[in-house]
Structure formats: structure tokens, C-alpha cells
């Protein structure tokens, strides 16, 4: 029996934050030298953001930071830089800390920006626009709270408010791109555009428009970024690479350490060699 996802069955999530680290590389090593903490969305909210997220680090050293993004859309309000929406991104995020700083970030599940804009998230997508531009200014008082507050539930509240406002309940076809999006996430055998299609009841082009539309990337890219989160987690756990491949529906190990190469800049060996060193 064919099983079909509709808009209409997309399930509230549980409201507590993601509390895994896929596509921090090393993440380890960056928890030793920061301050990392994650808060729930909650109310209208917990549908569309998947959390807060907040960062404090005083480093004599520099320490530069490669992330593999998730096809998710974040506001960043960074030292005293401008905020700004970040789209998805196709290639590698790097950032390198020094000093003392912090950053407030808020990271949208998978299609959950698009109910604050008027245009599709591939408008968005590999670019970092002024937040104001995008969302209107942001009223002084909660400027300063998110910047320089020292009560992170306070500046949580001052980011639900800025985002309550602006904040339209999701249409059918934008819930169903992110019921879609959270399927390949968490069903390991959605490994193809095809069968993802099948599950949605439409045509690959259709399912292509849908993912643009709402999730600002396609849907081959969701399920090979999701692919290799997968396969990061596992490169330092010894695993049977020729195995994980297979599962991961790759036609063989070469084809996977090739993406993985493509996406993080190391073949799996090396990074799983790096994220041994000291750091």
C-alpha cells in the first residue's frame, strides 16, 4: 500500500531542541572552547523554528569553525555586526573566532521561514541579507537584548515577540514541503527523488517546484546533505564504510567518499584523523 503525505498531516513537533550536533564539525572541540546553548520555540512558533541558539566565547587563540549546513534558514545577530538572514547554504560555512564575542541565532526548520516572507526561500538561498530588510527593523529594546542582554531566557522572549509578529499562519502546500523535508531527515529509506515523490502523490517537477518554493533548495540536495550528515557522524566511530555506502543508498563506498570530499573538504579518513588531534 502506497503511503501519501499530505499538507494537512504535518504533526506539531515535540517542543524541545534538536539536541544532536550533525554538520558541526568536531564538535566536540568547538564545546570545549565555547558556550553553546539551544532553547525551544514555543507557541506559534515551535511549528516553524526549530531553536534558538546562542554562543559566547572569550579565545586568546584563534579558533576557526566549518559547519555543513542544514537546508534551514537562520537570523544571526552577531557582536555588534548587522543582523542578518542567512539562507541556505550549498557550500561549507567557516568561521573563525578570536576574542571575546557572541552570537543570538534563530534556525527555522526546513520550509519554516517561508510564512514570514512574500517570495519563494530560493531567493534567499546562499545569501546573508540585513534582517531589517527582510523582516522589518527590530525595535531598539530588543536589539539590546539580544546583543547585550545577560538573561538568555529574556533574549529568547525578545526574539519570540520580533518574530510573533510577523508571523502568518503556514498554508497546505508549505506544510507539506515540510512534512517532505522532516521525512527525508528522519526516514532512512527516502534515499531517492523519486520515491519521495511517490510519497507526496506528484511529479518530480512538482516536488521540484514545492521544495523551491518553500525550503529554497531541491530535493536531491536535502536528501544528499542528510546523506552526508550521516555519514560525518559515523566517520569517527570505525564503521564499515563500504556498508554505510549501501545504506546510504550510495552505489558504492568510492561514490560516497567522493561526496563527502566534495562537501567538508577531506576524504572520511582525514577527518576522522583531524577530529582525533588535539585541539
Not at 540585513?130 to 527593523?137: D, S, T
Not at 554505510?244 to 552505489?251: E, H, I, N, P, Q
Request: positive net charge; aromatic residues 8%.
Amino acid at each position: 500500500m502506497k503511503k501519501t503525505v499530505t499538507g494537512g498531516s504535518y504533526h506539531r513537533p515535540v517542543r524541545h531542541p534538536r539536541k544532536d550536533d550533525r554538520g558541526i564539525l568536531a564538535a566536540a572541540r568547538l564545546r570545549d572552547k565555547v558556550r553553546f546553548r539551544r532553547f525551544p520555540a514555543t507557541g506559534p512558533l515551535d511549528v516553524l523554528v526549530e531553536h534558538f541558539w546562542l554562543i559566547d566565547w572569550d579565545l586568546a587563540a584563534p579558533h576557526e569553525q566549518h559547519v555543513v549546513p542544514h537546508p534551514c534558514v537562520n537570523l544571526a545577530w552577531m557582536n555588534d555586526a548587522p543582523a542578518l538572514v542567512h539562507g541556505v547554504e550549498h557550500r561549507l560555512s567557516s568561521v573563525k573566532l578570536l576574542g571575546r564575542g557572541r552570537v543570538f541565532g534563530v534556525q527555522f526548520r526546513p520550509g519554516g521561514f517561508r510564512p514570514f516572507v512574500d517570495r519563494p526561500v530560493s531567493d534567499f538561498t546562499d545569501e546573508a541579507v540585513p534582517v531589517a530588510e527582510v523582516l522589518g527593523p527590530v525595535d531598539r529594546e530588543y536589539e539590546e537584548i539580544l546583543r547585550h542582554g545577560t538573561d538568555d531566557d529574556a533574549r529568547v522572549a525578545a526574539a519570540t515577540e520580533y518574530l510573533v509578529r510577523r508571523h502568518r499562519e503556514p498554508e497546505p502546500a508549505n506544510l507539506l514541503a515540510m512534512r517532505l523535508a522532516n521525512l527525508v531527515r528522519t526516514d532512512r529509506t527516502l534515499l531517492r527523488v523519486d520515491r519521495l515523490a511517490e510519497v507526496a502523490d506528484m511529479s518530480e517537477r512538482a516536488l521540484q517546484r514545492l521544495f523551491g518554493e518553500y525550503i529554497g533548495v531541491n530535493p536531491k540536495w536535502v536528501i544528499r546533505r542528510y546523506r552526508i550528515h550521516e555519514a560525518i557522524t559515523q566517520a569517527t566511530t570505525g564503521t564499515n564504510w563500504a556498508r554505510l555506502a549501501a545504506a546510504l543508498g550510495y552505489s558504492d563506498q568510492a561514490h560516497l567518499a567522493r561526496d563527502f570530499q566534495q562537501t567538508t573538504g577531506m576524504s572520511p579518513t582525514e577527518y576522522a584523523r583531524w577530529v582525533g588531534e588535539p585541539g
